[in-house]
């Protein structure tokens, strides 16, 4: 924080009236369950972003972020989406949506910081317009709840921007738990915190970074989303009663209409990934590492044979893992960060899976990054006097 309070008095000359950390967040399970208003696993991580705000005496809004050493500005009289304000958009939607609720926004200064910024998509862009919308809120004592902060950064992302953005990923960065994950049901917007295990236990959640290509898996990903997005929208017709993510798999294997056999694989992954990560939860909330490392090892199955969205560096650390003793399951996840794994592990061999990467550098030219994971707690709001 003290870095970021200087950053922004040598950009702006000032002293800034409210700082906002938020921070990142992992979808352990359930990436794709949104299409059928499934669940998702997810956690804070231990990367986050820095928001630091001032007043100004005009009215217009100047931004500034580390990242380049880039800056927009922008007229709060004018709160059109420009192309040219790249991620400036971001924070004129949270303006907008502010106003729009009948909130008075005059001009202020603003400076981004944080090592999240350092990923990539969608968890980035979310981050920038929670923590603008906080840092706004509070210096403008604007009468907004939480879940109205969320709305107005969804709105700002997906109707402003017109970007992807998942309404969870904003509630659990809010509603992040040190120490738990977040279970959440789509369907009904709630969730439920599931303890995970603390840093003495003996089997760790080790994140795996492949650093490949941040462009390699990132077309084929948004691909696979269009598709099932489609895919979702042919089958609520025939299937018009209940719940999506209630239908069996014989029922769908055996309807007639307008899915196609792709659709129908797509939607029998997404289905099951959903069950199971409800089943997951269950698990890891009773402490049953062995089986939850089960459920891991049935994702990553699905992931690269019925989704085919995994990578020739995924399934080489994916099945590494598997070969070695002590491993109880391993399956790519969402961090932000391009061609991440989940290494579900004994402590005590690690040493024994992570030897293997001078192997994986020698083949694939680069070196992985590793550590073990432990979810972080929410964002945070802090006033400077």
Same mark, same amino acid.
């Given at each position: 924080?003290?870095?970021?309070?200087?950053?922004?008095?040598?950009?702006?000359?000032? @002293?800034?009236?409210?700082?906002?950390?938020?921070?990142?967040?992992?979808?352990?399970?359930?990436?794709?369950?949104?299409?059928?208003?499934?669940?998702?696993?997810?956690?804070?991580?231990?990367?986050?972003?820095?928001?630091?705000?001032?007043?100004?005496?005009?009215?217009?809004?100047?931004?500034?972020?580390?990242?380049?050493?880039?800056?927009?500005?922008?007229?709060? @009289?004018?709160?059109?989406?420009?192309?040219?304000?790249?991620?400036?958009?971001?924070?004129?939607? !949270?303006?907008?949506?502010?106003?729009?609720?009948?909130?008075?926004?005059?001009?202020?200064?603003?400076?981004?910081?944080?090592?999240?910024?350092?990923?990539?998509?969608?968890?980035?862009?979310?981050?920038?317009?929670?923590?603008?919308?906080?840092?706004?809120?509070?210096?403008?004592?604007?009468?907004?709840?939480?879940?109205?902060?969320?709305?107005?950064?969804?709105?700002?992302?997906?109707?402003?921007?017109?970007?992807?953005?998942?309404?969870?990923?904003?509630?659990?960065?809010?509603?992040?738990?040190?120490?738990?994950?977040?279970?959440?049901?789509? @369907?009904?917007?709630?969730?439920?915190?599931?303890?995970?295990?603390?840093?003495?236990?003996?089997? !760790?959640?080790?994140?795996?970074?492949?650093?490949?290509?941040?462009?390699?898996?990132?077309?084929?990903?948004?691909?696979?989303?269009?598709?099932?997005?489609?895919?979702?929208?042919?089958?609520?017709?025939?299937?018009?009663?209940?719940?999506? #993510?209630?239908?069996?798999?014989?029922?769908?294997?055996?309807?007639?209409?307008?899915?196609?056999?792709?659709?129908?694989?797509?939607?029998?992954?997404?289905?099951?990934?959903?069950?199971?990560? #409800?089943?997951?939860?269950?698990?890891?909330?009773?402490?049953?590492?062995?089986?939850?490392?089960?459920?891991?090892?049935?994702?990553?199955?699905?992931?690269?044979?019925?989704?085919?969205?995994?990578?020739?560096?995924?399934?080489?650390?994916?099945?590494?893992?598997?070969?070695?003793?002590?491993?109880?399951?391993?399956?790519?996840?969402?961090?932000?960060?391009?061609?991440?794994?989940?290494?579900?592990?004994? #402590?005590?061999?690690?040493?024994?899976?992570?030897?293997?990467?001078?192997?994986?550098?020698?083949?694939?030219?680069?070196?992985?990054?590793?550590?073990?994971?432990?979810? @972080?707690?929410?964002?945070?709001?802090?006033?400077?006097?």
């Amino acid at each position: 924080m003290k870095q970021l309070i200087e950053l922004h008095q040598l950009e702006f000359d000032d @002293q800034p009236l409210v700082v906002v950390n938020v921070p990142g967040i992992y979808t352990l399970l359930g990436e794709f369950s949104d299409y059928c208003k499934g669940y998702a696993l997810c956690g804070a991580s231990p990367s986050s972003l820095e928001v630091a705000v001032s007043l100004r005496n005009d009215q217009s809004a100047r931004l500034f972020t580390v990242l380049g050493n880039d800056r927009k500005r922008f007229n709060l @009289q004018n709160l059109k989406y420009r192309r040219e304000d790249r991620w400036g958009n971001y924070i004129k939607g !949270v303006v907008s949506g502010m106003v729009g609720r009948g909130g008075s926004v005059s001009g202020f200064n603003l400076t981004i910081s944080g090592s999240l910024l350092k990923n990539e998509g969608p968890t980035v862009s979310a981050a920038i317009c929670l923590a603008s919308a906080l840092a706004l809120r509070s210096l403008f004592s604007l009468p907004l709840s939480t879940e109205e902060v969320a709305n107005i950064c969804y709105t700002a992302l997906s109707g402003f921007c017109s970007e992807p953005c998942r309404y969870v990923g904003l509630l659990a960065m809010l509603y992040a738990k040190e120490g738990n994950l977040l279970l959440f049901d789509i @369907q009904h917007l709630d969730f439920e915190y599931i303890p995970f295990p603390g840093p003495d236990s003996p089997v !760790v959640s080790l994140i795996v970074e492949s650093k490949v290509s941040p462009h390699a898996l990132r077309e084929e990903l948004a691909l696979k989303r269009k598709e099932s997005k489609a895919a979702f929208e042919k089958l609520r017709p025939v299937f018009p009663n209940g719940l999506l #993510r209630d239908i069996q798999d014989q029922d769908l294997k055996d309807s007639v209409g307008p899915l196609s056999e792709d659709d129908k694989r797509i939607c029998l992954y997404v289905l099951l990934e959903s069950r199971l990560t #409800r089943e997951g939860a269950r698990l890891l909330a009773q402490n049953d590492m062995v089986l939850y490392g089960k459920i891991l090892n049935k994702v990553q199955a699905g992931l690269r044979d019925s989704f085919e969205v995994t990578c020739p560096e995924i399934d080489w650390l994916s099945k590494r893992a598997t070969e070695t003793a002590g491993n109880l399951g391993a399956t790519m996840i969402n961090t932000g960060s391009s061609g991440t794994i989940m290494v579900l592990i004994a #402590r005590d061999s690690i040493a024994s899976y992570t030897s293997r990467m001078e192997e994986y550098e020698h083949i694939f030219g680069f070196r992985p990054r590793w550590f073990p994971y432990q979810p @972080q707690g929410p964002a945070r709001v802090i006033s400077i006097e």
